[in-house]
């Protein structure tokens, strides 16, 4: 299986030079995204057919790969009217090349996961015995819950409901990082919930519908408000993956269906709610009331809107978000233009970027997407959303060697920590809400790294900290009830 893999990686990055060299531009790129998608989607046709697991990364990995690299750039070689036209025009010339060079590294992060040399790393890893007390501490669980309830209602009130508004340097502040990650705690609540609710050949479903009844409209109105897209799903899907490590592991293609459908419907109700805040049919929620009467008006737009608009909207918005194939082609075309103040040195520093708060370092160094972006538009501001990707950031670092080291070094960390968390006999469920926690950090490769990683980061330190206050509090719990005799 290794060797297949190093043989595909080696041919996919020879035949991706040769097409983009050979063959005429208007057949080269869509071949080279027909090729990549191929690829991309192995690893989830491999676990569909014999039965795999679907939440080790490399299947989101790939899932993503084909999403930013291969739908987008077949959907816009074949003139939808879904593709809008991206902001950055002559890149023509690039396109071929952008995913010939995200070809080669998706397969080189296969190298990187399925070569055997992960298993003479993961034994030098200490394996720390992670469990819970039998008894649930609900109340704690509710408390850290509702903590983390309260940090995302301050931040949503205070800055604006979106983040999509905020400027960089809001978006930097200390107090603004700490409420988001204190706001993170709802999630860990809700995931070691499901550890005492999916318990193995016995789940206790009243529990989850409770559970579910609970969160379910308190996250849809923060994915509403917020305008993000993945809140509820991170929950749903963190409950449908501690159900596949506790109870049953998953067949698979109805899963992904689920899925699917679980995306689209996301992305049409947000994009209907943006659209409509924009042609002022709906306000923005900046007080308790409005927060609370929000969700009741975007109903009723929803209702309005019909099946068709529905739909148009999530695939048009889904379709125009995954344009990392054309912002790599970008980077290739005009990169040697940006001076960047940025070195390889900083990827070994994202542990003090985590930990050390700007207050205390003021130069820091920021994220350098927006200052990417602003070069390439030749505009002053910060303001913009332009994710460079993992390959366009090692690109610009260290041009095709950084690319090559970097990628295989990602796909060597994504099996680590695969392996560390829930791939060994002596796993535990602690490991397995660690591990869905994090995998939703850093499965996102259209973004630079070191936001995600130093996200991935803080997300595992805050995990082990509620754990700890979580069995603690199982066991003063368990003493203070009264023994039988």
Avoid: C
């Avoid at 009243?206 to 109105?221: D, K, N, R």
């Avoid at 995954?322 to 912002?327: C, K, L, R, S, V």
């Avoid at 070191?450 to 991935?456: C, E, F, G, N």
């Amino acid at each position: 299986m290794v060797l297949l893999v190093v043989l595909g990686a080696a041919v996919t990055g020879t035949a991706g030079a040769l097409v983009v060299s050979l063959a005429p531009h208007r057949l080269a790129t869509p071949m080279l995204a027909f090729a990549l998608s191929v690829l991309a989607l192995a690893p989830a046709l491999h676990a569909l057919l014999r039965r795999g697991d679907l939440f080790q990364p490399i299947v989101p990995i790939g899932l993503f790969f084909f999403l930013d690299f291969g739908m987008r750039t077949l959907v816009v070689d074949w003139g939808s009217d879904l593709a809008d036209q991206f902001v950055f025009l002559n890149i023509d010339d690039t396109r071929g090349s952008a995913i010939a060079l995200a070809a080669l590294a998706l397969g080189l992060i296969y190298v990187g996961y399925y070569a055997p040399w992960w298993r003479r790393a993961f034994g030098r890893i200490p394996q720390i015995p992670m469990a819970l007390p039998a008894h649930a501490p609900w109340m704690v669980l509710g408390l850290i819950y509702a903590v983390g309830v309260i940090a995302r209602g301050v931040l949503l009130l205070d800055r604006g409901a979106t983040f999509a508004s905020l400027d960089l340097q809001d978006r930097l502040t200390d107090d603004f990082n700490l409420l988001l990650q204190v706001g993170g705690f709802s999630q860990f609540a809700v995931l070691l919930a499901g550890v005492y609710a999916l318990r193995p050949g016995r789940p206790r479903w009243g529990v989850v519908a409770t559970v579910l009844a609970v969160i379910v409209p308190i996250e849809a109105v923060f994915t509403v408000a917020f305008g993000s897209k993945h809140v509820v799903a991170v929950l749903l899907v963190g409950l449908v993956g501690l159900y596949n490590y506790r109870v049953q592991r998953l067949g698979g293609l109805r899963f992904l269906l689920a899925v699917a459908a679980a995306v689209i419907v996301t992305f049409g109700v947000v994009t209907i709610y943006r659209d409509r805040v924009h042609q002022g049919a709906l306000q923005r929620p900046t007080d308790l009331a409005s927060l609370a009467t929000a969700p009741v008006a975007l109903a009723g737009e929803l209702i309005e809107a019909g099946p068709g608009e529905f739909l148009d909207a999530a695939l048009r918005t889904l379709v125009n978000r995954q344009t990392a194939g054309e912002t790599v082609a970008s980077i290739l075309a005009y990169g040697d233009s940006v001076d960047l103040e940025v070195t390889g040195a900083d990827l070994a520093l994202i542990p003090a970027f985590a930990f050390v708060p700007r207050a205390i370092w003021p130069d820091k160094p920021a994220p350098f997407s927006p200052q990417v972006s602003s070069a390439f538009r030749g505009v002053e501001g910060n303001r913009t959303s332009f994710g460079i990707t993992h390959t366009g950031d090692l690109y610009l670092r260290h041009g095709l060697a950084g690319v090559v080291i970097g990628s295989l070094a990602l796909g060597l960390l994504y099996r680590l920590l695969y392996g560390w968390l829930v791939d060994h006999p002596g796993a535990t469920a602690v490991g397995a809400v660690l591990y869905l926690a994090l995998l939703w950090r850093i499965i996102f490769v259209n973004a630079e790294i070191i936001p995600v990683y130093v996200q991935a980061i803080r997300s595992l330190v805050v995990g082990v900290g509620l754990w700890l206050v979580t069995a603690y509090a199982g066991q003063l719990f368990a003493r203070a009830e009264p023994r039988r005799t």
